[in-house]
């Protein structure tokens, strides 16, 4: 039985990506990638971004899953101590708490905690060193390191 026309094209568009990603990784540019696969830098660009964000998209469902199976295992934690802790035992009471504190972290119940930053020392608000330049100074700067990067 042979395969489908729509099938072998997934095939190949997945193999061509693959093959893409590949030379990326190997330090290859888009130009040079496209010159070795027969393709526009512009495509090779779009294969490497599209198994990039493949890869994302896989690692994201799979963390989702653990996610789940944690909540599930500390569901069933919180379960076996439940009735301990409604019977007034205190180290079940604080298992449970210890159990809900977890469960919030694991999936982001809890508002982040502002941290303000502050120097070394701790004691006043972090300022950034500039090194004695003023803003025209720094502009003047950034000016002539893009002239080089022109040339």
């Not at 590949?22 to 779009?46: F, H, P, V, W």
């Amino acid at each position: 039985m042979g395969t489908s026309k729509t099938a072998a094209a997934r095939i190949n568009s997945a193999h061509r990506k693959a093959q893409a990603l590949e030379l990326r990784q190997s330090g290859m540019t888009y130009a040079a990638i496209g010159g070795e696969l027969g393709i526009s830098n512009a495509q090779a660009y779009r294969l490497v971004s599209a198994a990039l964000r493949e890869i994302r998209e896989q690692a994201r469902e799979e963390a989702e899953q653990l996610r789940d199976l944690e909540a599930a295992r500390l569901d069933q934690l919180q379960h076996a101590l439940w009735d301990k802790a409604l019977g007034g035992d205190l180290r079940a009471i604080d298992r449970l708490l210890r159990i809900s504190e977890r469960r919030a972290k694991l999936l982001g119940l809890d508002a982040p905690a502002r941290i303000a930053p502050t120097n070394p020392d701790g004691q006043g608000p972090w300022e950034p060193d500039t090194g004695g330049m003023t803003d025209e100074d720094r502009a003047r700067r950034i000016a002539e390191l893009l002239q080089t990067v022109k040339n």
